[in-house]
């Protein structure tokens, strides 16, 4: 979940009470969801919160928040705005893996160090989440007095910056926190923050690059150049964001224009125009930031439903109003219905139960009374659980202690430790699987389902079988009493390219006898009773299994089908988990007992 | 006749004549007392013996009392002491006189108030005066101890041995003395013979079928011995944790739900409105499986439905994710993250056919996290997911339930939290009052699906789900503090033996 860094003091300034303490602040933003998680050095607030609120990643939207909570504001608020003087354009080099743009211009700003701090806060708040990481959106804030907008031919005022491309060893320019011409390909290889980003631009021929009349400023999404840094002296700023997706960097504009407003700022548009040529959006002409209202309609009824209360008309459009929304009653299709306006920092609302829950939040749904619903069902097991208890149930009662083990293994456990031999991987042409593969013939042999990117190399895959969790529970435990008789009915899994998964899915009942004397027919004899207590014919013809003693493995036949093996363990499986008493086993398919 | 040997014993050692007590006996057919005591009774069943009980009061002194016997009682040897010193003509300093008394500690005190209730006597403002009345040589109770020490049954009065069990200088004890004499049956018994019957060990089939049971004797085993514990079958502790939820959903109305534990992304995430960009689905927290790597065949219909919800959202003001939307993606396989892949596939009719509202369903399978492993997270945990299916179902309805399942647990004062998850809205962590700590815990996660996830899977009502992990219930219910040693293949064989069963 993220977190967000709030100064009290900011808090308190920027909501107008500067009476409420640290500790009502801390009782205020819990009570809309932002849970204090402890302070930094600064005496600053770490708090959590759920990432649909994005709006609230700074301190400016999280005191709008509150303000609301209190009562001091209602409605949806918009902040004003002064027709463009800048234009973005974007040429047809704009690389096509991030063909977006949008922008606007913030006047008027006297910023303090905590001031600019929660703005970069904001920005790497919002790249960590709406952002994905910079893929989807990037920011860049600059300061506009370095900008020298391009005087077009006619005799229109207008000033412009460019984004385009820029051949990876092209253009060079001094990126943040360096002294040095760079071309972007350098930045990526030299600089400790092109490194981190490499990854997004890793490929392409061009690199996205934005121009003003000087040259080079910045390199989004890496890294902005050094001569637009912002600092406390800057005045006016140009906030910049390209990615995969207008709607999206459009709202991330958004809530830095919310942010920014709070702090004084005037809010100035800006003109992107798309040229011929220039991706998906060519020819495309836009104003930014959108700060349109959004409408919604919400049935009174279906507020009633999803709370279960009777609400009067009037304290539903309070609920709302007291949410940051405007809301006008009417008489819609479906009885009485509210025409919603949604503020655009709201990325959140994507359905009108997104406003019922506004609703909710502002009446309070810890007021709600619960209620057992008037509802009536049949409750059951399903048959295969019930199998697996009642086989559970008989194994315990023949004496085995029953084992609960990971379905996650890794190979050498699944496959080198018994003695079987490991399937080789598909070559990623999908062209294996069933049977004849060496090592599949054998109960336990099968190719195993493969993580792509474990998170341990002690679980790498799915295990095919249930015996080598079994082994692994006895060689932990060798310094506990025997006997040692423990049993597992557990999951396993192979690839079985019939499946529509392509991965067959079983459970087994695993079972091994470890104590002095251990032989295959006390195994046999306890096979024989688990058997016997599901009314099946067994059989136990021999055959040959790497993990057993030649001679002393058979086949688990139940109803004439093999279903699994039997034996005593293979002396060299047996040292291999460092065992010292005789271990004998079974393992067959649960489903055979059905 | 035939008795056992212990009874032939105590029967010989009895007279008809003379009454002998029990330690007699005992005595004389070489037989503890508890052994001949227990032959004597059951003698006396028989009608061959007659024990008669008789109780007698003894006085013992203590080991205060023995000591003083020795050293005079502490107030005489300060009277003595008062005198030598002149206290029976004039005061004298009551430092002086417990000086040449030659006591300290607590016998001061003892002499000082025995002193005065014997009247000795005074003591006032730091001052000693005797009494030369008084002679400490015939005082009652150090007489009562002389002759109590040297055994002489002849004890003083009542009130003399009351004062000095006060003073916690003797002490009184009861004992019954039984006695047995010979029955007029006991005589002609032994007068007839009698033998003695044998002992056995082991109780025999031939013992039982023979009727010899009847004239043996079973020998006697030290019944509270340890005795070899065995090493009994078992069910795991989380396992049976599990069987009980399980038990406690069906009883009210859940039914339980099954299916792959390697899954498409489509059931996993995309059914329950997960953008394809969200972090969780990124290949780092998930397992995706790099073999197989996907899915054959999806539902078409349900596909474009979905992909529909995602892109343009439902409803006429609905809208959707302004996300990437892959086909391939979709159909990319994964070890489950979590069991609401099992909902997705039941409510969508795939699983089991179209459902009718109202249907309760729940599942307690295993989910798996690519995540850290810990005290508390596992990479694979047990995920109870439970969803009620109905018209018209509001957050009280979900509240009631969700309040009813975890009393069944011990768990009340349930809080609801308003949270975000991407599939429900409302959604709401659950917060419970631990039964031991008293804490604020978070028990679970719950909502209202979305109508972007309900409505592509064809359902068009209400329904309200909740899941929580079963590990976490465990360790409330139980207080186990550490996962990994309950769960897995590091699990100590001791834990699993000696574990307390739950129920």
Same mark, same amino acid.
């Given at each position: 979940?993220?977190?967000?860094?709030?100064?009290?003091?900011?808090?308190?300034?920027?909501?107008?009470?500067?009476?409420?303490?640290?500790?009502?602040?801390?009782?205020?933003?819990?009570?809309?969801?932002?849970?204090?998680?402890?302070?930094?050095?600064?005496?600053?607030?770490?708090?959590?919160?759920?990432?649909?609120?994005?709006?609230?990643?700074?301190?400016?939207?999280?005191?709008?928040?509150?303000?609301?909570?209190?009562?001091?504001?209602?409605?949806?608020?918009?902040?004003?705005?002064?027709?463009?003087?800048?234009?973005?354009?974007?040429?047809?080099?704009?690389?096509?893996?991030?063909?977006?743009?949008?922008?606007?211009?913030?006047?008027?700003?006297?910023?303090?160090?905590?001031?600019?701090?929660?703005?970069?806060?904001?920005?790497?708040?919002?790249?960590?989440?709406?952002?994905?990481?910079?893929?989807?959106?990037?920011?860049?804030?600059?300061?506009?007095?370095?900008?020298?907008?391009?005087?077009?031919?006619?005799?229109?005022?207008?000033?412009?910056?460019?984004?385009?491309?820029?051949?990876?060893?092209?253009?060079?320019?001094?990126?943040?926190?360096?002294?040095?011409?760079?071309?972007?390909?350098?930045?990526?290889?030299?600089?400790?923050?092109?490194?981190?980003?490499?990854?997004?631009?890793?490929?392409?021929?061009?690199?996205?690059?934005?121009?003003?009349?000087?040259?080079?400023?910045?390199?989004?999404?890496?890294?902005?150049?050094?001569?637009?840094?912002?600092?406390?002296?800057?005045?006016?700023?140009?906030?910049?964001?390209?990615?995969?997706?207008?709607?999206?960097?459009?709202?991330?504009?958004?809530?830095?224009?919310?942010?920014?407003?709070?702090?004084?700022?005037?809010?100035?548009?800006?003109?992107?125009?798309?040229?011929?040529?220039?991706?998906?959006?060519?020819?495309?002409?836009?104003?930014?930031?959108?700060?349109?209202?959004?409408?919604?309609?919400?049935?009174?009824?279906?507020?009633?439903?999803?709370?279960?209360?009777?609400?009067?008309?009037?304290?539903?459009?309070?609920?709302?109003?007291?949410?940051?929304?405007?809301?006008?009653?009417?008489?819609?299709?479906?009885?009485?219905?509210?025409?919603?306006?949604?503020?655009?920092?709201?990325?959140?609302?994507?359905?009108?139960?997104?406003?019922?829950?506004?609703?909710?939040?502002?009446?309070?749904?810890?007021?709600?009374?619960?209620?057992?619903?008037?509802?009536?069902?049949?409750?059951?097991?399903?048959?295969?659980?019930?199998?697996?208890?009642?086989?559970?149930?008989?194994?315990?009662?023949?004496?085995?202690?029953?084992?609960?083990?990971?379905?996650?293994?890794?190979?050498?456990?699944?496959?080198?430790?018994?003695?079987?031999?490991?399937?080789?991987?598909?070559?990623?042409?999908?062209?294996?699987?069933?049977?004849?593969?060496?090592?599949?013939?054998?109960?336990?042999?099968?190719?195993?389902?493969?993580?792509?990117?474990?998170?341990?190399?002690?679980?790498?895959?799915?295990?095919?079988?249930?015996?080598?969790?079994?082994?692994?529970?006895?060689?932990?435990?060798?310094?506990?009493?025997?006997?040692?008789?423990?049993?597992?009915?557990?999951?396993?899994?192979?690839?079985?390219?019939?499946?529509?998964?392509?991965?067959?899915?079983?459970?087994?009942?695993?079972?091994?006898?470890?104590?002095?004397?251990?032989?295959?027919?006390?195994?046999?004899?306890?096979?024989?009773?688990?058997?016997?207590?599901?009314?099946?014919?067994?059989?136990?013809?021999?055959?040959?299994?790497?993990?057993?003693?030649?001679?002393?493995?058979?086949?688990?036949?139940?109803?004439?089908?093999?279903?699994?093996?039997?034996?005593?363990?293979?002396?060299?499986?047996?040292?291999?988990?460092?065992?010292?008493?005789?271990?004998?086993?079974?393992?067959?398919?649960?489903?055979?007992?059905? | 006749?035939?008795?056992?040997?212990?009874?032939?014993?105590?029967?010989?050692?009895?007279?008809?004549?003379?009454?002998?007590?029990?330690?007699?006996?005992?005595?004389?057919?070489?037989?503890?007392?508890?052994?001949?005591?227990?032959?004597?009774?059951?003698?006396?069943?028989?009608?061959?013996?007659?024990?008669?009980?008789?109780?007698?009061?003894?006085?013992?002194?203590?080991?205060?009392?023995?000591?003083?016997?020795?050293?005079?009682?502490?107030?005489?040897?300060?009277?003595?002491?008062?005198?030598?010193?002149?206290?029976?003509?004039?005061?004298?300093?009551?430092?002086?006189?417990?000086?040449?008394?030659?006591?300290?500690?607590?016998?001061?005190?003892?002499?000082?108030?025995?002193?005065?209730?014997?009247?000795?006597?005074?003591?006032?403002?730091?001052?000693?005066?005797?009494?030369?009345?008084?002679?400490?040589?015939?005082?009652?109770?150090?007489?009562?101890?002389?002759?109590?020490?040297?055994?002489?049954?002849?004890?003083?009065?009542?009130?003399?041995?009351?004062?000095?069990?006060?003073?916690?200088?003797?002490?009184?004890?009861?004992?019954?003395?039984?006695?047995?004499?010979?029955?007029?049956?006991?005589?002609?018994?032994?007068?007839?013979?009698?033998?003695?019957?044998?002992?056995?060990?082991?109780?025999?089939?031939?013992?039982?079928?023979?009727?010899?049971?009847?004239?043996?004797?079973?020998?006697?085993? +030290?019944?509270?011995? #340890? !005795?070899?514990?065995?090493?009994?079958?078992? @069910?795991?502790?989380?396992?049976? &944790? /599990? =069987?009980?939820?399980?038990?406690?959903?069906?009883?009210?109305?859940?039914?339980?739900?099954?299916?792959?534990?390697?899954?498409?992304?489509?059931?996993?995430?995309?059914?329950?409105?997960?953008?394809?960009?969200?972090?969780?689905?990124?290949?780092?927290?998930?397992?995706?499986?790099?073999?197989?790597?996907?899915?054959?065949?999806?539902?078409?219909?349900?596909?474009?439905?979905?992909?529909?919800?995602?892109?343009?959202?439902?409803?006429?003001?609905?809208?959707?994710?302004?996300?990437?939307?892959?086909?391939?993606?979709?159909?990319?396989?994964?070890?489950?993250?979590?069991?609401?892949?099992?909902?997705?596939?039941?409510?969508?009719?795939?699983?089991?056919?179209?459902?009718?509202?109202?249907?309760?369903?729940?599942?307690?399978?295993?989910?798996?996290? +690519?995540?850290?492993? #810990? !005290?508390?997270?596992?990479?694979?945990?047990? @995920?109870?997911?439970?969803?009620? &299916? /109905? =018209?018209?179902?509001?957050?009280?309805?979900?509240?009631?339930?969700?309040?009813?399942?975890?009393?069944?647990?011990?768990?009340?004062?349930?809080?609801?939290?308003?949270?975000?998850?991407?599939?429900?809205?409302?959604?709401?962590?659950?917060?419970?009052?631990?039964?031991?700590?008293?804490?604020?815990?978070?028990?679970?996660?719950?909502?209202?699906?979305?109508?972007?996830?309900?409505?592509?899977?064809?359902?068009?009502?209400?329904?309200?789900?909740?899941?929580?992990?079963?590990?976490?219930?465990?360790?409330?219910?139980?207080?186990?503090?550490?996962?990994?040693?309950?769960?897995?293949?590091?699990?100590?064989?001791?834990?699993?033996?000696?574990?307390?069963?739950?129920?």
């Amino acid at each position: 979940m993220p977190t967000v860094e709030v100064d009290p003091d900011a808090l308190r300034q920027l909501t107008g009470h500067a009476d409420k303490d640290d500790e009502q602040l801390r009782e205020d933003l819990f009570a809309l969801g932002l849970e204090y998680e402890g302070e930094t050095e600064d005496g600053e607030f770490e708090l959590e919160f759920a990432p649909d609120r994005l709006d609230r990643l700074s301190v400016e939207g999280v005191a709008r928040s509150l303000r609301y909570q209190y009562g001091d504001d209602r409605g949806v608020y918009v902040p004003s705005t002064n027709d463009p003087e800048w234009t973005i354009h974007v040429d047809s080099d704009v690389p096509e893996e991030r063909p977006y743009v949008t922008g606007a211009v913030i006047r008027g700003l006297d910023l303090d160090e905590p001031a600019l701090e929660s703005l970069i806060q904001l920005q790497e708040k919002l790249h960590a989440t709406m952002g994905r990481q910079r893929a989807k959106g990037a920011i860049g804030v600059h300061d506009l007095t370095m900008l020298k907008g391009e005087v077009p031919n006619d005799e229109e005022t207008t000033k412009s910056i460019t984004y385009t491309g820029v051949e990876p060893d092209g253009d060079t320019f001094v990126p943040l926190d360096s002294n040095a011409e760079m071309a972007p390909a350098d930045v990526l290889t030299d600089h400790p923050i092109g490194d981190t980003y490499a990854d997004l631009v890793a490929g392409q021929d061009r690199y996205p690059a934005i121009y003003d009349e000087i040259g080079l400023f910045s390199f989004p999404p890496v890294i902005n150049g050094r001569r637009t840094e912002v600092s406390t002296d800057s005045r006016d700023l140009f906030v910049e964001m390209t990615g995969t997706d207008q709607w999206t960097i459009d709202k991330m504009l958004t809530i830095v224009c919310y942010a920014l407003d709070a702090r004084g700022g005037q809010v100035e548009e800006v003109r992107v125009e798309y040229d011929d040529g220039s991706g998906p959006a060519a020819g495309r002409e836009l104003v930014r930031p959108d700060l349109a209202t959004k409408r919604k309609r919400v049935a009174h009824d279906d507020i009633e439903t999803m709370l279960g209360v009777d609400l009067d008309e009037r304290d539903v459009v309070d609920y709302f109003e007291r949410s940051g929304l405007d809301a006008e009653a009417d008489d819609g299709d479906d009885g009485t219905e509210y025409a919603v306006g949604v503020p655009p920092y709201r990325v959140d609302v994507l359905h009108p139960v997104d406003l019922i829950d506004d609703v909710g939040r502002a009446y309070g749904f810890n007021e709600l009374e619960p209620r057992y619903p008037d509802v009536s069902t049949v409750g059951g097991r399903h048959e295969r659980s019930r199998l697996e208890a009642a086989a559970r149930d008989t194994l315990v009662g023949i004496g085995f202690e029953d084992l609960l083990n990971f379905h996650l293994i890794d190979e050498e456990q699944n496959y080198e430790r018994l003695n079987v031999e490991r399937p080789e991987r598909s070559s990623g042409d999908g062209a294996n699987g069933d049977s004849r593969e060496p090592g599949t013939d054998v109960f336990g042999g099968g190719a195993a389902p493969t993580i792509e990117q474990p998170y341990s190399e002690d679980f790498t895959i799915v295990r095919t079988w249930a015996l080598p969790s079994v082994m692994m529970v006895l060689e932990n435990n060798t310094h506990r009493a025997y006997p040692q008789d423990l049993a597992e009915i557990g999951f396993s899994a192979h690839v079985d390219e019939s499946e529509n998964t392509n991965v067959a899915e079983r459970r087994t009942v695993a079972a091994a006898l470890c104590h002095a004397g251990a032989s295959y027919e006390d195994a046999k004899s306890r096979l024989q009773a688990l058997v016997d207590a599901f009314g099946k014919d067994l059989e136990t013809p021999p055959t040959e299994h790497p993990t057993f003693i030649s001679g002393r493995t058979a086949s688990v036949e139940i109803d004439g089908e093999t279903v699994g093996v039997i034996g005593e363990v293979h002396p060299e499986v047996i040292v291999e988990h460092d065992l010292e008493l005789p271990v004998a086993a079974f393992e067959f398919d649960l489903e055979a007992l059905r | 006749m035939k008795l056992p040997d212990a009874q032939v014993a105590v029967l010989e050692a009895a007279s008809a004549n003379e009454e002998r007590t029990i330690d007699r006996i005992a005595g004389e057919a070489d037989l503890d007392p508890t052994a001949a005591t227990r032959a004597a009774f059951e003698l006396e069943e028989e009608g061959l013996l007659a024990v008669t009980e008789r109780t007698s009061s003894e006085v013992s002194l203590t080991e205060e009392a023995e000591e003083y016997v020795e050293t005079d009682l502490p107030e005489l040897r300060l009277y003595r002491a008062a005198v030598s010193l002149g206290a029976d003509e004039e005061a004298v300093e009551l430092g002086r006189v417990i000086g040449e008394a030659g006591l300290d500690g607590p016998a001061v005190d003892i002499a000082l108030s025995n002193f005065a209730r014997k009247a000795y006597g005074e003591i006032d403002s730091g001052e000693v005066t005797a009494d030369p009345e008084k002679n400490a040589d015939s005082d009652d109770e150090a007489a009562a101890l002389d002759a109590l020490a040297a055994g002489s049954a002849a004890y003083q009065s009542d009130v003399i041995i009351e004062d000095l069990e006060n003073r916690g200088l003797v002490e009184r004890s009861e004992t019954t003395v039984r006695s047995v004499t010979l029955t007029e049956n006991g005589v002609t018994a032994l007068m007839e013979g009698i033998e003695t019957a044998e002992t056995v060990g082991q109780l025999t089939s031939e013992l039982l079928t023979s009727g010899e049971w009847r004239d043996v004797e079973f020998s006697e085993y +030290n019944v509270e011995a #340890d !005795a070899e514990e065995p090493t009994p079958g078992r @069910q795991h502790p989380l396992r049976r &944790m /599990a =069987e009980q939820v399980k038990d406690t959903l069906v009883g009210m109305g859940f039914q339980e739900m099954q299916g792959p534990h390697v899954d498409a992304d489509f059931w996993i995430n995309d059914c329950l409105f997960m953008p394809q960009d969200h972090p969780a689905r990124n290949h780092w927290d998930r397992f995706a499986l790099e073999e197989p790597g996907a899915i054959d065949e999806l539902p078409e219909d349900l596909v474009a439905a979905v992909e529909s919800a995602h892109r343009e959202g439902v409803g006429p003001d609905g809208e959707g994710y302004h996300s990437p939307w892959d086909l391939d993606f979709a159909k990319a396989l994964a070890l489950r993250g979590h069991t609401t892949s099992l909902s997705a596939r039941h409510l969508s009719g795939e699983a089991m056919g179209e459902l009718e509202p109202p249907q309760r369903f729940f599942s307690i399978e295993k989910a798996y996290r +690519n995540d850290t492993l #810990d !005290a508390t997270h596992l990479l694979e945990f047990f @995920q109870i997911e439970g969803w009620v &299916m /109905a =018209e018209d179902l509001s957050v009280r309805d979900l509240m009631g339930t969700f309040t009813e399942f975890y009393e069944q647990f011990g768990i009340t004062d349930i809080e609801f939290k308003p949270h975000y998850n991407p599939y429900t809205e409302p959604s709401f962590e659950l917060f419970g009052r631990h039964p031991e700590t008293g804490e604020m815990i978070e028990i679970g996660n719950s909502g209202i699906f979305r109508p972007e996830m309900l409505e592509p899977l064809g359902v068009d009502c209400d329904v309200m789900a909740w899941g929580l992990a079963l590990e976490r219930l465990f360790m409330l219910a139980t207080g186990a503090e550490d996962i990994r040693d309950v769960h897995g293949t590091l699990v100590d064989l001791e834990y699993l033996r000696s574990e307390e069963v739950t129920y």
